[in-house]
């Protein structure tokens, strides 16, 4: 006769675990630092720029308490220390600096970025990460897609920055051009920058794919995005993004196949494909391009770029090594930069090019920390993406798509830094030092002390050590 026991050996039912409602909303915020850094200049366009200087100020004073009230736990022997050593060598420039004003403000914007990065890949784990780009991603995407609808449909204009309907001295003055329907024009999104657009939407289309590859559920809605988002990418043409696209496909390529090696010493031969396609693309890029800009519309000099350098540089030469002093954008108010260089009229931001604008800046010393800086960067993401992970004698565990976005990253920010300087700020530096940190912290998906501790706090039980 079968007995019912009073002590079952399986664990009682219990509801499935929820997120608690304060990680929740943590996780809400991240996505709104993220969505700042993303949507680059639209704020400014919006609501001007006392607006976005307090949303941004108040935005890193706020991610600071969280981060002394949540407390996740920090190996500091392990802190980006690349990082830190440009930023301080960046804030020592305000002792030499030509222009102190514009470098205490820029530094204020750099030390606010660098923060909420740090901020964001400390209380977030892997997955949490991604999922919350994906997240800020979809925003921008969403919202670019309905502003430059509203403005054909129901403004049937260009506007201005400010929702300024009117006449500007010359197009690049116009937040939106009004080129939804016109399929020749190119449209800027909520940032206003056709050059803006284009890196991001690539960026959305890797994370969109990322999540796609990580099981992420409802698939389907985020092949949708991917459509937006490609949508966005070849509405808004910009050379330095389609630039970029290729090489984040020679980088995933690449990445794939290592992840294919058996035997020791297999991957040499793709290291070697590797470097001859890479160098073979940029020296054909140098020799035919006047081709292939013509192709895209562009001019061989990258649309007056060339010279910006010259300029750029020649005042670099006057200061070699300390440079003049950080200043990242550069500030049309400052009668240093007011009228220097002129481009369509306007007073010209950046050195389009964020080595020669560094150069300047924080003169050699800066580039060198700077090449150090992203060195280590594409190093650590490079073997992230392509090693097992692995730290036990285990060599047979799977690889995590989560992996690949700091190594794609990588090929976008290095690709575009070479005709912008905005991967020095915005959403470019953002990923950067967080992918960064994020894989010194927690070098493996899912495991470590900063990946349970939040696991722990969204409710999640422990796990055990194998």
């Known amino acids: 006769m079968a007995v019912h026991s009073k002590h079952p050996a399986s664990a009682p039912p219990a509801p499935p675990v929820r997120e608690k409602t304060g990680h929740l909303m943590l996780r809400g915020w991240c996505i709104f630092v993220m969505f700042m850094a993303l949507s680059g200049t639209a704020w400014v366009h919006a609501f001007g720029e006392p607006t976005a200087a307090v949303v941004t100020i108040g935005g890193g004073i706020l991610s600071v308490i969280l981060w002394f009230s949540i407390r996740p736990p920090v190996q500091w022997r392990r802190l980006p220390w690349f990082v830190v050593a ?50 800020a991603l979809k925003w921008v995407m969403a919202l670019s897609l309905l502003f430059e609808l509203w403005v054909s449909v129901v403004i049937q204009a260009p506007i201005l920055p400010g929702f300024v309907v009117g006449e500007a001295d010359d197009p690049i003055e116009y937040w939106s051009r009004d080129n939804l329907f016109d399929w ?71 990445v794939l196949l290592m992840r294919r090696t058996r035997r020791p010493g297999e991957r040499t031969r793709y290291y070697i494909g590797y470097a001859v396609v890479g160098l073979g693309g940029l020296t054909a890029l140098y020799l035919l391009r006047d081709t292939i800009f013509r192709s ?92 097992r992970p692995r730290w036990d004698l285990r060599d047979d565990r799977p690889y995590s798509a989560l992996t690949l976005l700091p190594t794609l990253v990588g090929a976008i920010v290095l690709v575009q830094g070479l005709a912008e300087s905005s991967p020095l700020i915005l959403w470019g530096w953002l990923f950067v030092v967080m992918l960064g940190a994020k894989i010194k912290q927690s070098p493996h998906v899912g495991e470590g002390p900063a990946e349970q501790s939040a696991a722990i706090e969204r409710g999640e039980p422990a796990k055990q050590a194998p």
């Open 184 to 254: 020749g024009g190119r449209i800027q999104g909520i940032m206003g920058n056709a050059n803006l657009l284009g890196p991001v939407a690539l960026l959305a289309i890797i994370v969109f794919g990322i999540r796609i590859a990580a099981g992420a559920p409802r698939r389907t809605l985020l092949w949708a995005w991917i459509g937006l988002s490609a949508f966005l990418f070849v509405r808004a043409s910009s050379a330095t993004a389609y630039v970029a696209a290729a090489g984040v496909v020679v980088v995933l390529t690449t």
């Open 296 to 387: 895209l519309g562009r001019s061989s000099d990258l649309t007056g770029r060339e010279a910006i350098w010259e300029a750029v540089l020649a005042r670099a030469s006057e200061r070699p090594w300390l440079g003049w002093g950080y200043a990242t954008p550069w500030a049309p108010w400052d009668p240093a930069f007011d009228g220097w260089i002129i481009d369509h009229g306007q007073t010209v931001l950046q050195a389009h090019n964020m080595w020669v604008d560094i150069r300047m800046q924080l003169g050699i010393v800066g580039v060198v920390l700077l090449a150090l800086l992203y060195l280590a960067f594409v190093w650590r993401s490079w073997f992230f993406a392509v090693d």
């Open 86 to 135: 440009y930023v301080a060598w960046a804030t020592l420039s305000l002792i030499w600096s030509a222009w102190p004003q514009t470098t205490a403000l820029t530094l204020l914007l750099l030390w606010i970025t660098t923060i909420q990065a740090l901020f964001v890949g400390s209380v977030l784990t892997w997955r949490e990460l991604v999922r919350a780009a994906a997240s």
